[in-house]
């Protein structure tokens, strides 16, 4: 029910705040005990990523189109991702794990993003590899 000059409105400003975090975020890691911030960062940007889709799609489509079959898996596991990146840096305290997670994050953000195209995952990204 959003007007598309808000849609709009809103995915700039996440599109801003994913490039802040996501510039942050490297320069962090190199700092003692940055891993903390690095991967809080890590996973704001990405979530921000997130609702990017969200506005230019609308929430409720977006959460739709989440849970169709062909990407539940995907979905279920950039979520599992998101938190466990999170639980790794600031209640465990084991910065190789959280570092782990920030790279099955991106994976499965980038394995998300390629099943809203009909032919990547099956066609495309095994032909590459």
């Not at 921000?48 to 409720?60: K, S, V």
């Not at 279920?76 to 570092?99: N, Q, S, Y």
């Not at 997670?101 to 990547?120: D, E, G, R, V």
Request: charged residues 10%; contains cysteine; aromatic residues 14%.
């Amino acid at each position: 029910s959003l007007s598309v000059n808000t849609r709009l409105k809103w995915l700039v400003i996440c599109f801003v705040c994913s490039t802040f975090f996501s510039t942050l975020k490297t320069g962090l890691l190199w700092l003692p005990g940055g891993i903390k911030l690095f991967t809080a960062f890590y996973t704001l940007g990405n979530n921000a990523a997130l609702a990017r889709a969200c506005f230019l799609m609308g929430p409720m489509k977006q959460l739709k189109k989440m849970i169709e079959t062909t990407r539940l898996l995907a979905t279920i596991i950039m979520l599992l991702c998101f938190i466990f990146t999170l639980c790794a840096a600031l209640w465990w305290h084991k910065r190789g794990l959280a570092l782990l997670f920030c790279i099955l994050q991106f994976l499965s953000m980038t394995w998300n993003s390629l099943s809203y195209n009909p032919h990547a995952r099956g066609d495309c990204v095994p032909s590459c590899c």
